[in-house]
């Protein structure tokens, strides 16, 4: 009989579901989009969800691709969301998180950036747990968001019950088990394993912070029995949940991982030359994270980590990022004066990314150099919501210089293409930090949204100067999350198995070394932005 499992994606903005066979071929899969609320008069720092919204549209995308599937062959299911924060009350019902009061938000999303001031004082302390997380807590982590929660919604600071990493809400839903996963915890919350094994709560810490309650009763309220990724939640799925879905009560559930930590997964399951310990994944979406797994603990100031057995046991792994990527490349196109035009005069079948390219090259075929070289006139910091890696500073801000009173498609194009560049010299600069701690990477594997674009591929292989493993398989979150289910179902002994098993090859680009003191150049500048900011902040800033 043939064996399915399930993997179940939920991004910043979407559900996806996708059903794989033990070799990790992709049956069907369906996406359904999610409500995100960023209420008026918050200034764009607040963004808000609701978990009964997402665990709807979880339902709905698996019964998609379940349909026409015999439920006896459904071996496994896994979970992958991203690390933003679930309020439950004493009745497991949504609380509210949101100054406005409604109940049904009842998520602060991992993009929020309201407690800033929080993130300050915590930081402040400078405590030792913090050189696991690259020397900093970040904002989008899950202390300052519950600090900020504490001091500004007292009734739904002492009516939760529960506060959850949302890939572990998504467990608890299907299972009725109450157990975190070790990757949420670790990586989000600031949760101890270190290099002797030993791991806990650092109460100390949390006291410092004053949110000690969150420790009592065994930390019940955030966790108290922590899992390793793929092992199984409770007794599978409950009878009510396999009923709606339309598959058999008990079918293995995976603990669940971070979205990002699922795409690594996936990308570390495509083969490549490298070996597995130099190659960088990066899971190209609303952002962008960079997954590296290594042999050894290794600390790197901006970086978080080095995480003990959150993705493969046995490793460590490193976590950069880059806070605004996708999201970036939308404003930037969706703002300039000739989007409306250009968009309506496009027909269905081809999409703007393309349009722009071609404007691109249509550019540079008079002038007989690369399409990159267009550029030399325009540069950009692209942090337009703070930084992540290296400098895990929220108020660093984004710039644009070159600009003009043209508002041409030229010009959009020109910018469109400053901007992936920008972004690619962001994933050079943390490359360059990690190398600066004797990292060695030989490689990048990416998977996400931007891989669809052609440009961004090719332009982060030359302006990094590394090759760029794109997988044959694209759907690589939704195969780390499904590799999940696999180990759960204990089709395999383990994830290193299932990867084994269900990975697959993909096109290595390799850069053009021709281009690369053009990108040299360019990257100088880069940084010299960096360094212009901090000085404009010193004059703002002096008497």
């Known amino acids: 009989m043939a064996v399915y499992f399930?993997?179940?994606?939920?991004?910043?903005?979407?559900?996806?579901?996708?059903?794989?066979?033990?070799?990790?071929?992709?049956?069907?899969?369906?996406?359904?989009?999610?409500?995100?609320?960023?209420?008026?008069?918050?200034?764009?720092?607040?963004?808000?969800?609701?978990?009964?919204?997402i665990w709807e549209s979880c339902c709905k995308v698996i019964k998609e691709?379940?349909?026409?599937?015999?439920?006896?062959?459904?071996?496994?299911?896994?979970?992958?969301a991203t690390c933003s924060l679930v309020a439950l009350d004493n009745e497991d019902k949504p609380i509210t998180v949101s100054p406005t009061g409604e109940h049904e938000q009842n998520v602060i999303m991992w993009m929020d950036h309201r407690a800033v001031q929080e993130t300050e004082v915590i930081n402040a302390l400078n405590h030792s747990a913090f050189q696991y997380v690259g020397g900093k807590v970040s904002i989008e982590m899950q202390l300052p968001k519950l600090l900020w929660l504490k001091r500004n919604?007292?009734?739904?600071?002492?009516?939760?019950?529960?506060?959850?990493?949302?890939?572990?809400?998504?467990?608890?839903?299907?299972?009725?088990?109450?157990?975190?996963?070790?990757c949420s915890v670790v990586c989000k919350w600031n949760y101890i394993v270190d290099e002797s094994g030993?791991?806990?709560?650092?109460?100390?810490?949390?006291?410092?912070?004053?949110?000690?309650?969150?420790?009592?009763?065994?930390?019940?309220?955030?966790?108290?029995?922590?899992?390793?990724?793929?092992?199984?939640?409770?007794?599978?799925?409950?009878?009510?949940?396999?009923?709606?879905?339309?598959?058999?009560?008990?079918?293995?559930?995976?603990?669940?991982?971070?979205?990002?930590?699922?795409?690594?997964?996936?990308?570390?399951?495509?083969?490549?030359?490298?070996?597995?310990?130099?190659?960088?994944?990066?899971?190209?979406?609303?952002s962008t994270?960079?997954?590296?797994?290594?042999?050894?603990?290794?600390?790197?100031?901006?970086?978080?980590?080095?995480?003990?057995?959150?993705?493969?046991?046995?490793?460590?792994?490193?976590?950069?990022?880059?806070?605004?990527?996708?999201?970036?490349?939308?404003?930037?196109?969706?703002?300039?004066?000739?989007?409306?035009?250009?968009?309506?005069?496009?027909?269905?079948?081809?999409?703007?990314?393309?349009?722009?390219?071609?404007?691109?090259?249509?550019?540079?075929?008079p002038t007989g150099r690369p399409v990159s070289n267009l550029t030399k006139d325009v540069h950009m910091w692209p942090d337009f919501h703070g930084n992540r890696s290296p400098?895990?500073?929220?108020?660093?801000?984004?710039?644009?210089?070159?600009?003009?009173?043209?508002?041409?498609?030229?010009?959009?194009?020109?910018?469109?293409?400053?901007?992936?560049?920008?972004?690619?010299?962001?994933?050079?600069?943390?490359?360059?930090?990690?190398?600066?701690?004797?990292?060695?990477?030989?490689?990048?594997?990416l998977c996400g949204g931007l891989t669809k674009i052609d440009l961004f591929a090719v332009t982060m292989a030359d302006a990094v100067g590394l090759p760029v493993v794109l997988p044959n398989k694209k759907e690589s979150v939704l195969l780390g999350s499904a590799m999940l289910g696999a180990c759960a179902s204990t089709h395999f002994s383990s994830l290193n198995e299932a990867m084994i098993k269900m990975g697959g090859h993909g096109k290595t680009i390799q850069p053009n070394q021709q281009d690369r003191k053009f990108h040299d150049r360019k990257y100088r500048v880069f940084m010299k932005m960096l360094q212009d900011q901090k000085d404009y902040e010193k004059i703002m800033n002096s008497n």
Not at 38 to 50: I, L, V
Not at 417 to 438: F, K, N, P, V
């Open 153 to 182: 919604l007292c009734d739904t600071w002492y009516q939760t019950k529960r506060f959850m990493d949302l890939p572990d809400f998504l467990t608890w839903k299907a299972t009725n088990s109450d157990a975190r996963s070790l």
């Open 6 to 53: 399930i993997g179940v994606d939920v991004g910043t903005a979407s559900v996806r579901a996708g059903i794989f066979d033990q070799t990790g071929r992709l049956l069907q899969n369906a996406t359904h989009e999610i409500k995100i609320w960023n209420p008026k008069g918050t200034k764009g720092d607040f963004y808000q969800q609701s978990s009964d919204d």
């Open 65 to 80: 691709v379940v349909e026409g599937i015999d439920a006896d062959s459904v071996a496994g299911i896994g979970f992958d």
């Open 289 to 365: 994270c960079h997954m590296l797994s290594v042999s050894q603990p290794t600390f790197v100031n901006g970086v978080w980590g080095p995480y003990a057995d959150v993705l493969l046991p046995g490793m460590w792994l490193l976590e950069g990022g880059q806070s605004a990527t996708g999201k970036l490349l939308d404003h930037i196109v969706e703002t300039h004066p000739c989007y409306t035009s250009l968009k309506e005069r496009l027909p269905s079948t081809i999409s703007i990314a393309e349009e722009l390219s071609r404007i691109l090259h249509t550019m540079s075929r």
């Open 391 to 445: 400098l895990a500073d929220p108020n660093v801000k984004g710039m644009i210089c070159g600009m003009t009173l043209d508002a041409s498609e030229e010009n959009l194009a020109l910018h469109y293409l400053a901007t992936i560049q920008a972004l690619c010299y962001g994933t050079r600069h943390i490359i360059e930090s990690m190398r600066e701690r004797d990292v060695e990477i030989g490689c990048l594997l």
């Open 198 to 286: 030993c791991h806990g709560w650092p109460s100390d810490l949390f006291e410092l912070v004053g949110l000690q309650e969150l420790l009592e009763n065994n930390a019940s309220l955030i966790g108290s029995n922590i899992k390793f990724p793929g092992s199984p939640q409770g007794s599978g799925l409950t009878f009510s949940v396999a009923h709606e879905l339309g598959l058999k009560p008990g079918t293995p559930v995976g603990t669940s991982l971070i979205d990002a930590y699922a795409g690594a997964l996936g990308l570390f399951a495509c083969h490549a030359d490298a070996p597995v310990d130099q190659r960088l994944a990066l899971i190209c979406g609303t």
